[in-house]
């Protein structure tokens, strides 16, 4: 990629941050805690075709900000490929987690929480807002996805 490349598409984004989804790992995890703290941590991560799904402990910072603060924003760490993700927050003992979203989550990772030693909870990211951009052409249209619903 270039800056010379011509601005993709709102349809094209949409694709290639569905495409990151699929194929990325990790994933940055911005959280607050009721003080307004801020928090920022990478997760492994699994996308469903409808949410992102998480696992850390539940007693760390990033576990009770995720689950009492319920939102989020995600991003990807590349700086000339930028998507953000804010999404709504459901929390999971590693017992109530389906099993659906723990399996798929220990294909893709390697590791399952609910085996653990330690005690692990699993976060839903279901998304509300996603913006996607490269480069400064591409940020008048970077808008994606509001209020839960696909704008593309």
Known sequence: ?????????????KQDVLDRLERESDIWVASADPEGVPCLVALWFVWDGEALWMATRPGNPTGRNLHTGRRTRLAFG????????????????????PDSAAEAFHA??????????????????LPRAVQAWREVRELPQRHLMRNGMWLV
């Open 108 to 125: 893709k990772t390697g590791w399952d929480p609910r085996g653990d030693s330690a005690p692990y909870a699993f976060y839903r990211v």
């Open 1 to 13: 990629m270039t800056i010379m490349e011509a601005p993709r598409s709102p349809e094209r984004r």
């Open 78 to 97: 590349d700086t000339q490929d930028v998507v953000l993700i804010d999404g709504d927050v459901e929390s999971y003992d590693r017992d109530e987690v």
